[in-house]
């Protein structure tokens, strides 16, 4: 039923799921900080595991709802293109953040061990492109290799978190994550059941927003690359967007930082996902260069953002520093790019 909708009505279906997924986000951001609160988990653990798996589901269910059904060119752009707008809306909370640098303030030994780990996968993702179509039934050989790195990556963090070997200099600026009292007071049961159900309308949302999107490819001139990396992927990142803006208002900066790269990390899964779905072989070998073009492109912004973690400047560009313009020029270059080739 759904894949039989008329285009005018994909399009307000597109937009209804757009709304539902941005609000969801909002609500999602200060429940996640209030979790991270009452068990001690941290913003930074807190933000890659439960704020970064549950923003990333819409975008993961529509990825492999999209392979399911032999759509490899939507599933990928849609995964790949969801890295590289979600990087760049740290560049819109450090404009939101006014008192400095967000990548100042928010520099933390988590935050910086989760970027190593996403420039990992996005690298085990350029291999796959590269590879031959080296496959176990249909799964390429790289899928379960990407999956391993997620997971050892994931209990890095927290070792790394609970033995820190080093420190991020302590500046005036410089936020640290301390756990609110009000928040170690409320009902862990009732944080846990609003957080699924706000995780079950995200993922449900993804769903129906593949069948819209897969209506928009059909019946316009616009591709499934153009499609996956500018419409799709920016609407089922918006949870990413409402959450960061909302933390770096709220103050939980780490956070904010940590919330992104988690959710990014966890986003390099989509193509581990899609390519089991995918029954027609590689999924890596079935999509167009505008899918490996952006891959890359998630590659050097999230190095950029950890040159800024690392440099910490703390004033910069007005209140924003270079990797924030950095990655706005980036990402500017990969919408040109996927536009004139359309």
């Not at 894949?3 to 951001?29: E, Q, T």
């Not at 399911?68 to 909370?93: C, Y």
Request: glycine residues 10%; charged residues 10%.
């Amino acid at each position: 039923m759904l894949d039989a909708m008329p285009l005018d009505v994909a399009w307000l279906v597109f937009a209804i799921c757009a709304a539902i997924i941005g609000v969801a986000g909002v609500r999602l951001a200060g429940l996640v900080d209030r979790i991270a609160d009452r068990t001690g988990l941290g913003e930074a653990v807190a933000g890659a595991v439960l704020m970064g798996l549950t923003t990333s589901l819409s975008g993961s269910v529509l990825s492999v709802s999209a392979a399911v059904s032999g759509k490899a060119e939507l599933a990928m752009s849609n995964a790949v293109g969801g890295i590289a707008v979600q990087t760049l809306f740290l560049a819109v909370a450090d404009i939101a953040y006014r008192r400095a640098n967000l990548e100042h303030a928010a520099a933390s030994i988590g935050n910086m061990i989760q970027g190593a780990l996403l420039m990992s996968q996005m690298s085990w993702l350029l291999i796959a492109f590269a590879m031959p179509q080296w496959t176990v039934g249909h799964v390429h050989v790289v899928t379960p290799l990407l999956l391993a790195s997620y997971v050892y990556g994931l209990r890095l963090v927290r070792q790394t978190q609970a033995q820190p070997m080093w420190t991020p200099a302590r500046t005036h600026e410089t936020r640290v994550d301390e756990p609110e009292e009000a928040n170690q007071r409320e009902s862990l049961v009732a944080q846990v059941v609003a957080f699924l159900l706000l995780a079950a309308t995200i993922g449900s949302a993804g769903y129906v927003l593949e069948k819209s999107a897969s209506v928009i490819v059909a019946e316009t001139m616009l591709g499934a690359a153009l499609v996956g990396t500018l419409f799709t992927a920016v609407v089922t990142s918006l949870p990413e967007l409402v959450t960061t803006v909302a933390a770096v208002r709220n103050g939980a900066l780490t956070l904010a930082v940590s919330g992104i790269i988690g959710g990014n990390a966890f986003d390099t899964l989509f193509a581990a996902f899609s390519d089991v779905a995918y029954g027609e072989g590689s999924i890596y070998h079935a999509v167009s260069s505008t899918v490996v073009f952006w891959t890359a492109l998630g590659a050097l912004m999230t190095a950029v953002l950890l040159m800024g973690l690392i440099r910490r400047e703390e004033r910069g560009l007005g209140r924003i520093g270079f990797e924030s313009v950095a990655m706005i020029v980036l990402y500017a270059l990969g919408v040109t790019v996927v536009v004139t080739s359309a």
